[in-house]
């Protein structure tokens, strides 16, 4: 009798655990926290960020961060159900622990950016496709700019988007190569506006931990608008940019929320 009792305890713990906004799993490396009834944030030590969603038939898994150990048996600690892995774009901190996985999903222009030693099955994914995990549909949508092949994840019942580093989480990366033409993000900005009109209101960045929220539809605003201003050479207070990551001297410019980091050697509509 005791042991029954005991056993009931532990399963009442475990259901406490799954309620929106409350911790599910931690260990020295990253932090679980459910977001949403089929929806949970996976945070690591070196703020990437990873995002589960859960269908009735399938579950998602948006990124894989860098370095963390045994990640495909911590999502096993999540879900059981069949796996899709998703990258939003190829950068090591969204894709480095592609290696755990023996098959991803992926747009095909990040591919001159990704690991070439992962030995596993590479399927690409076009603007426009449909991932049904079973009363959850995620619809992929192309939004270049940060890299060619940068992705958002639209959850359009859910009113979510899951946009990677495609407007950046306070910062959006517009100096790393291969550079787009600042016209491509603005056009990036003007789409996902539109799909923010059309029902999305909450955009999941791609690296939670240092907002620790959803983005509005203002954010992309800003974003666009510093967008805008650097193609037409509008005064901005652009300052150097602290990291010397991607280019010899980047920039920043910031309204609100947005900052963009830039090349200044590369700017407006140059190929």
């Known amino acids: 009798m005791n042991k029954i009792v005991y056993l009931s305890f532990l399963f009442f713990c475990f259901a406490l655990s799954f309620k929106a906004g409350a911790q599910v799993f931690q260990n020295k490396e990253l932090t679980i926290t459910q977001l949403k009834d089929n929806m949970w944030v996976v945070e690591t030590d070196d703020k990437t960020t990873m995002y589960l969603v859960e269908g009735a038939q399938q579950a998602m898994l948006i990124d894989v961060g860098t370095k963390t150990r045994k990640l495909d048996s911590i999502i096993r600690l999540i879900t059981k159900k069949p796996l899709v892995v998703m990258i939003t774009h190829a950068h090591s901190d969204h894709a480095g622990n592609i290696g755990f996985f023996d098959e ?28 049904d995990l079973g009363g959850t549909q995620i619809e992929v949508v192309h939004m270049p700019g940060h890299t060619p092949g940068s992705i958002v994840l639209i959850d359009r019942n859910a009113g979510i988007c899951y946009s990677g580093d495609a ?3 306070n910062h959006a990366w517009l100096q790393l190569k291969p550079l787009s033409p600042m016209q491509t993000y603005v056009n990036s900005c003007i789409r996902m506006e539109k799909l923010m009109d059309s029902g999305i209101k909450d955009l999941y960045c791609g690296h939670y931990p240092y907002v620790k ?8 605003v800003s974003m666009r608008e510093l967008a805008e201003g650097l193609i037409h050479g509008a005064e901005l207070g652009a300052e150097p940019y602290a990291q010397k990551v991607g280019c010899k001297n980047p920039m920043s410019v910031t ?4 900052t963009i980091v830039y090349d200044p050697v590369f700017v407006g509509n140059k190929e």
Do not use: C, Q
């Open 104 to 131: 991803i999903w992926m747009h095909p222009a990040d591919t001159v950016l990704l690991n070439r030693s992962y030995k596993g099955k590479i399927n690409f994914v076009n603007d426009g496709d449909v991932f």
């Open 167 to 169: 407007f950046g989480s």
């Open 213 to 220: 929220k959803a983005f509005d539809k203002s954010y992309i």
């Open 255 to 258: 309204k609100g929320e947005a």
